[in-house]
């Protein structure tokens, strides 16, 4: 396992303690409010999980699946391959992302999402790389931004390999051959 990682880059300690606190801003901005928590699958599925039962809140969930990705290059379209079945009209959403990279994910979803009522869309990320960034697009929460690596772990993969991993990992060179998908 160990020449899959060029280095441990957050570990679950300091994930834990990141997720507690945002829970805790989360808590406070919609005391006695209703929320739909909603998840981009499958990255997103371990930090909705945490985050979820952090909150003291009314609050449904619901999960979207969008596919861009290939290999570790986006495509820049992103594709609703799983839609929410419940009506969002007037509801207030966060949608949880396991990482913002090009932005157009979650460009996407947002503009998605308040086309189909919602009355407010909130966005919230446990990493970003910021230098990556294409399109605008406002983030209120986002956890730990990091330099342009391929990470994976804590839901993260690399062609559905590593989701499984506790903590994030810079994958290496030799996994990133190793594990590519034949075109
Ligand atoms: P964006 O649309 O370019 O912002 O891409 C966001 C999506 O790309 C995320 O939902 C991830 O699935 C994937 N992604 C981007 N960077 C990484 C990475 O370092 N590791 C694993 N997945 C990534
Ligand atoms: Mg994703």
């Known amino acids: 396992m160990e020449k899959y ?29 209703e929320i739909v928590a909603i998840g981009l699958l499958k990255g997103a599925f371990i930090f ?12 449904s969930v619901e ?13 820049g379209k992103p594709k609703i391959v799983l839609d929410i079945k419940e009506s969002i009209f007037n509801k207030k959403i966060i949608i949880f ?4 990279d090009t932005g157009r994910t979650l460009k996407a979803v947002k503009d998605y999402l308040e086309y189909k009522g919602a009355s407010d869309v909130k966005i919230a990320t446990l990493l970003s790389k910021p230098s990556e960034r294409e399109v605008d697009v406002d983030i209120e929460w986002n956890l730990f931004n990091i330099e342009n690596d391929f990470v994976v772990g804590y839901g993260l993969d690399y062609n559905e390999n590593f989701r499984n991993l506790k903590d994030i990992m810079v994958l290496s060179e030799y996994a990133i051959r190793k594990f590519k998908k034949p075109l």
């Open 5 to 33: 990682f060029k280095k441990k880059l957050i570990s679950k300690d300091e994930i834990k303690k990141s997720i507690k606190n945002l829970a805790s801003k989360i808590n406070k901005k919609y005391k006695g409010e």
């Open 48 to 59: 909705i999980a945490d985050i979820i039962r952090e909150l003291d809140l009314d609050l």
């Open 63 to 75: 999960f979207l699946v969008v596919k861009s990705y290939e290999n570790s290059k986006s495509s």
């Open 97 to 100: 992302e396991d990482i913002a």
